[in-house]
């Protein structure tokens, strides 16, 4: 259990199923997160989050770098990449010190190189069973999140007969969900929106572009 207060964050970068995020928020108001902080797009859908959004605050960030900085210098976390890794240890052996970000990869490639960069260190859930190689992203999120909670010591839950009692909509609440973003965070995520676009005209050798919002670009490495 955690000596002092501590808090978790959830990532969102590169998930490729953009439903999956609405999903995540309802596992994270679930554990405890304080903050989801989504990198790059900012289209992403509250589908099946079941009003779970409303309790969370989101921020936005145009890079991963721009995030970085934000969880290391402002929040005080350490970054947790959810991969099988070389050195990656059990979430099962609770390997936390501190405030942990949660950086989980995308459902089919796992962690890029990139996002593999900006972590501190790596868990990876244990299987006991040989019927799948990997979990999706939802379903890894709500274990590791669940252990951090059990780990950190947060309390439990009131509940009353056989569900758990749903808080009231914060006062206040923003309808948007993301904090306002700088001049700087702008233009930057605009720069990368170019770039990613370029990126992916030469990768199908077409110089015309794609039938596609410019936004959905903005999870592709």
């Known amino acids: 259990m955690a000596a002092v207060a501590v808090d978790s964050v959830v990532v969102v970068h590169n998930v490729a199923k953009r439903h999956n995020v609405g999903t995540l928020a309802r596992s994270a108001t679930a554990f405890g997160v304080a903050e989801v902080v989504v990198v790059g797009r900012r289209d992403v859908s509250a589908f099946g989050s079941h009003g779970a959004t409303s309790h969370l605050r989101f921020r936005h960030f145009a ?65 006991y069973g040989g019927g799948t190689a990997s979990l999706n992203v939802t379903v890894a999120a709500s274990i590791v999140l669940h252990h951090f909670a059990v780990w950190a010591g947060f ?21 948007g969900l993301y904090c306002t973003d700088s001049i700087e965070a702008v233009i930057e995520e605009r720069k990368m929106r170019k770039e990613n676009a370029c990126d992916i005209l030469e990768n199908n050798g077409s110089s015309h572009p794609q039938e596609s ?4 670009l903005m999870f592709t490495d």
Do not use: M
Not at 155 to 175: D, W, Y
Not at 213 to 216: A, F, K, T
């Open 63 to 127: 890079s991963l770098a721009l995030a970085r900085a934000y969880l290391k210098d402002e929040r005080g976390c350490d970054i947790c990449g959810v991969e099988i890794t070389d050195d990656a240890q059990p979430v099962t052996a609770h390997p936390f010190r501190r405030s942990t970000a949660f950086l989980f990869g995308n459902e089919g490639t796992g962690l890029s190189q990139k996002e593999c960069e900006i972590c501190d260190f790596f868990v990876y859930i244990p299987q």
């Open 155 to 175: 309390p439990e839950r009131s509940r009353e007969g056989n569900k758990f009692i749903v808080a009231g909509r914060p006062q206040g609440h923003s309808r």
């Open 213 to 216: 919002n410019g936004l959905d």
